[in-house]
């Protein structure tokens, strides 16, 4: 039997990264020069802006976008840490999904049930219980499922033209240029563009590098971003030569559960964990979004 490795990680996030990091240290001081620090307050805010959307995008290039009452239970900057410094993925999963427990996930699953509907819930329900039976490979195909599903109802609400609507990316990336686009950022959101060689990400970076400040949007930001770079990585490209080669995606990819080019034994909790996860956060955007439409 073929023991199946993780993919290693796309860098480009983390290269942005370290790179803002050194570019606010290299400028901190000359910030915070007396007298200077009001005339320097724009630069300081856009950089420290893209410095928060690169930490963002690499919690996504991992597959995580935690929900913000999780965010003070964990030790984020450690996990960051930890990928600086090249720690496996799979460790890195492993300690992330350690942090949480089965009511915390049950809490995610009731929360999540809240805004969808009946038949949803039942398979909602179904995922919570294969899960809690170990059996993850079952438990993420019914939350990917759910995934695709809650983005295409919320597109054909809107859209009598069905054309594309079996896409997820592009239903959501609809969805959100449509709401936010416009108003909240300066540039348009990849949901045309292609994965393969970094352009949907650099698009992707660039888009939320935009962002226009508006405190009425805070509440819509905070899941949005972590939640666009988390599918993002969730719908990226797929190479079945790596199948071959004895190779997974570093993060669970919708591609491969599509196609069941996993193994039964190549999903973790932790990849389900992630799910969840996407899933309860893209259900609470699209309901502060039907809320404020009404």
């Given at each position: 039997?073929v023991?199946m ?9 983390l ?9 606010i240290?290299?400028n901190?001081e000359k910030?915070?020069?007396?007298f200077?620090?009001t ?8 950089t420290?802006n ?6 963002m ?16 239970n964990i ?15 799979d ?12 009511r915390e ?18 398979k909602?329900?179904?995922?919570f ?19 695709d ?7 054909l609400q809107?859209h009598s ?8 990316w ?9 709401n936010y686009?416009?108003?909240?950022f300066g540039?348009t ?36 971003i972590p ?19 004895g ?12 196609h ?6 190549d999903?973790?909790r ?10 309860f956060?893209l259900?609470e955007?699209?309901?502060l ?6």
């Open positions: 039997m023991v490795v993780k993919k290693s990680m796309n860098s480009l996030f290269s942005y990264l370290l790179h803002s990091q050194s570019n240290e290299e901190v910030w915070t020069e007396e200077k620090l005339e320097n307050i724009d630069e300081i805010s856009g420290l893209e410095h928060i959307v690169f930490i995008a690499c919690w996504g290039e991992m597959g995580w976008c935690l929900p913000k009452w999780k965010q003070r030790k984020l900057g450690k996990v960051l840490a930890d990928l600086k410094n090249n720690v496996p993925i460790s890195i999963d492993e300690g992330l999904a350690d942090c949480f427990n089965e996930i049950e809490a995610l699953v009731i929360l999540t049930q809240k805004n969808i509907n009946n038949s949803d819930k039942s909602l329900d179904l995922a219980e294969l899960y809690l039976k170990q059996e993850y490979f079952a438990s993420s195909m019914l939350l990917a499922g759910l995934i599903s809650v983005s295409i109802n919320q597109f809107t033209d069905p054309s594309n609507v079996s896409q997820c592009k239903c959501y990336g609809k969805v959100i240029q449509e686009g416009e108003k909240y540039g959101f990849p949901f045309n563009q292609p994965a393969s060689n970094d352009k949907r990400a650099n698009a992707a970076i660039e888009f939320f590098k935009a962002l226009k400040h508006d405190n009425c949007f805070d509440n819509e930001k905070e899941l949005l939640l666009s770079f988390a599918l993002l990585k969730f719908f990226d490209d797929s190479n079945w030569q790596d199948k071959q080669a190779i997974i995606p570093s993060s669970i990819n919708r591609h491969w559960l599509a069941s080019m996993y193994d039964y034994d999903i973790k932790a990849d389900c964990i992630k799910l969840f996860c996407i899933l956060q259900v955007l699209y309901s979004l039907n809320n404020t439409s009404k």
